[in-house]
């Protein structure tokens, strides 16, 4: 089971921005498909975006347009760049990590990190 780790939360004001990182302890990162979810108090965990070893993402519908999520299989590590945030995306955010078998995400997968606090506040 690989091992992640999530960095790069904080407390930004609306219409700001924010990049976290999930760095994993595996060398072939390329063969991982890897995403992130988040959870807000007193809600479920949802998938806010997910990337295939091809390349292929997907995103929640409420942060299209806004998030992009990236990978360097060089440094092993996974980026979600998240511009014009909103408050309704304060969350902790995961980072989750598997095995890809079919090119695109389908997770979640039995690899999580800890989590990153979001805070979104003026």
């Known amino acids: 089971q690989v091992q992640v780790v999530e960095s790069g939360g904080g407390l930004v004001q609306p219409g700001g921005s924010l990049r976290l990182s999930c760095t994993t302890s595996?060398?072939?990162?390329?063969?991982?498909?890897m995403g992130w979810y988040r959870q807000a108090p007193g809600k479920q965990r949802q998938l806010v975006a997910g990337?295939?070893?091809?390349?292929?993402?997907t995103y929640e519908d409420s942060v299209k347009g806004r998030f992009t999520i990236s990978r360097d299989n060089v440094k092993n590590t996974v980026y979600l760049q998240m511009n014009s945030l909103k408050p309704e995306d304060t969350a902790v955010y995961y980072c989750n990590a598997g095995p890809d078998y079919s090119g695109s995400f389908n997770g979640p997968y039995d690899s999580w990190g800890q989590g990153t606090q979001v805070t979104v506040s003026s």
């Open positions: 595996e060398s072939f990162l390329s063969i991982y498909a």
């Open positions: 990337i295939g070893s091809t390349g292929l993402t």
